[in-house]
């Protein structure tokens, strides 16, 4: 009898072993998540009690790449000396300017206007600061202020060499501002529109695209001799009586079409233009089958007078400034 009980001695004792292992490890899990309430409570209840701020992630900020002199926002009168002249410009900068290489754009005004009008007029530095280029009117000379952009019939439109002044007035900028010399855009509004039209024939390699609004188109001396395919963009009322959209043979200005032709013809575009906006009293073409992905587009507004589009007292389907960065910003050289 001893002997049996002592055989179910040694077989209880495992038993009584993993029992007991058991209950201490259910007390540790016990333990374990009574402690871990008791923190997540506790910490929770100290945060809000000190009121402890999460610090949230800044954005990071684009480098500063700019080494040109500094200058403040606004508007500034630039003076330069080309060809023997006393030559000025009004220079926009956007309050985000001085940072990084921004785009530039030049206005040229229209005949007998002054940079201030086309400032006033247009209202384009609305636009400048809110995409962040820099913005450029330059003055044209004459009495009245005019531009040497062709020959009308009464001889060359302006007497002074604005070819050259554009060229001088571009070297001035590049080395006292913080520009991008590889989005460098041109746009004028009627003569200046004309101006446009010469530099784009004649600075091709320095410009990225180019626009005209109104634009009086007159001949040019030497040719149109563009040395790169470039996108071009046409703004035109059908009823412009100063810059008639058929052109005037008397005057010897050119028409919208011959205009758009001689630049489809450059670009070697290919096949029919496809309309690609159309509203109110506003339609949009475009040809897009272009050498080098370059683009000619032209914006006709069928009761459009003289004017800028989206100034006072004209349509407001577009807004010539709007639609003007909207081309630009697709391009570079």
Not at 1 to 18: E, F, I, K, T, Y
Not at 103 to 127: A, C, F, N, R
Not at 141 to 160: E, I, K, L
Request: hydrophobic residues 35%; contains cysteine; charged residues 15%.
């Amino acid at each position: 009898m001893r002997q049996a009980s002592h055989s179910d001695n040694r077989q209880g004792n495992p038993r009584r072993l993993v029992g007991l292992g058991s209950m201490i490890l259910a007390l540790l899990l016990l333990v374990s998540v009574v402690f871990y309430v008791y923190a997540s409570y506790h910490n929770t209840t100290i945060g809000k009690a000190l009121h402890v701020p999460v610090a949230a992630s800044s954005p990071t900020q684009p480098p500063v790449l700019c080494k040109t002199p500094k200058h403040a926002p606004g508007d500034t009168t630039e003076t330069i000396t080309s060809g023997g002249l006393k030559r000025t410009y009004l220079m926009h900068l956007a309050t985000s300017y001085g940072k990084q290489p921004q785009p530039l754009v030049i206005v040229y005004h229209g005949y007998s206007w002054t940079s201030q009008v086309m400032e006033w007029t247009t209202g384009m530095d609305k636009e400048a600061d809110k995409a962040g280029f820099v913005l450029v009117y330059p003055q044209g000379v004459d009495t009245p202020p005019s531009w040497n952009a062709g020959v009308g019939a009464y001889g060359p439109t302006g007497d002074a060499d604005d070819v050259q002044f554009t060229k001088d007035m571009l070297n001035s900028i590049e080395q006292a501002y913080c520009v991008d010399t590889q989005r460098v855009y041109i746009t004028g509004f009627s003569l200046g529109g004309g101006m446009a039209y010469r530099l784009a024939c004649t600075l091709s390699d320095k410009l990225a695209a180019v626009a005209t609004v109104s634009g009086a188109y007159y001949p040019i001396p030497e040719g149109c001799h563009s040395t790169r395919h470039l996108s071009i963009m046409e703004i035109h009322g059908a009823a412009d009586d100063l810059a008639p959209y058929a052109g005037n043979t008397y005057t010897r200005m050119g028409g919208v079409q011959d205009y758009l032709n001689g630049w489809i013809s450059r670009d070697q575009c290919t096949g029919n233009p496809t309309t690609f906006f159309q509203q109110g009293d506003v339609t949009g073409i475009q040809w897009t089958k272009c050498a080098d992905n370059t683009i000619v587009r032209h914006y006709r507004i069928s009761d459009g007078k003289h004017t800028w589009p989206g100034s006072p007292g004209t349509t407001h389907v577009i807004n010539a400034n709007v639609v003007i960065w909207d081309f630009f910003s697709k391009f570079s050289l």
